[in-house]
């Protein structure tokens, strides 16, 4: 009964320590970093290029990370998995500092990055059928000695006709 006890007060102490970090309490960065499931190096670059500012501690001059900073990189780390390069977010991040509405930019360049993502597919989907074609046309080739005017007659001698 006694462990019971002693495991219930350790869950009790666990959402504790989570509210406190909710409620203002400043976090260094392996602590954030351990949060958001991310290394302290990506934390420390996005800060040193000025995505996040977090405040430093005067008793110790270490850089803390407030509620107000997890959030933003919640929504950096979001935006990423989605495809936004830095300077989309740091353009969006910028706009929303104006009090301007940043969803309209977010779905222009959200467009854009799905046009990119289309043309990159559609050329990796060729380069990809050019290979496998490659690789049945040289199957049964035999392997030659550079001969002084040919370096490797694989591929110089392969045709990308009919296609």
């Known amino acids: 009964m006694g462990l019971i ?19 203002g309490v400043s976090m260094r960065v392996a602590q954030l970093a351990r949060e958001l499931a991310i290394s302290a190096d990506t934390i420390r670059y996005y800060t040193l290029i000025g995505l ?24 950096i780390l979001s935006a990423r998995k ?11 991040i910028r706009e929303a500092s104006k009090g301007k509405m940043a969803c309209p930019l977010v779905r222009q360049i959200l467009e854009k990055r799905l046009q990119e993502t289309e043309q990159s597919f ?31 007659h694989l591929i110089e001698g392969f045709s990308f ?3």
Not at 82 to 92: A, H, P, S, V, Y
Not at 127 to 133: N, T
Request: proline share 5%.
């Open 5 to 23: 006890l002693i495991k219930i007060e350790s869950v009790e102490r666990s959402k504790l320590k989570t509210s406190k970090k909710l409620c």
């Open 82 to 92: 989605l495809g936004f390069t830095l300077n989309d977010i740091k353009e969006i």
């Open 161 to 163: 006709a009919n296609e």
């Open 122 to 152: 559609n050329q990796q989907s060729a380069l990809r059928k050019h290979m496998k074609k490659a690789m049945k046309d040289w199957k049964n080739k035999p392997n030659q000695e550079p001969n002084g005017h040919e370096i490797c």
């Open 52 to 75: 996040i500012k977090p405040k430093r501690n005067p008793a110790n001059n270490y850089k803390e990370y407030r509620e107000e900073e997890r959030r933003r990189l919640q929504f």
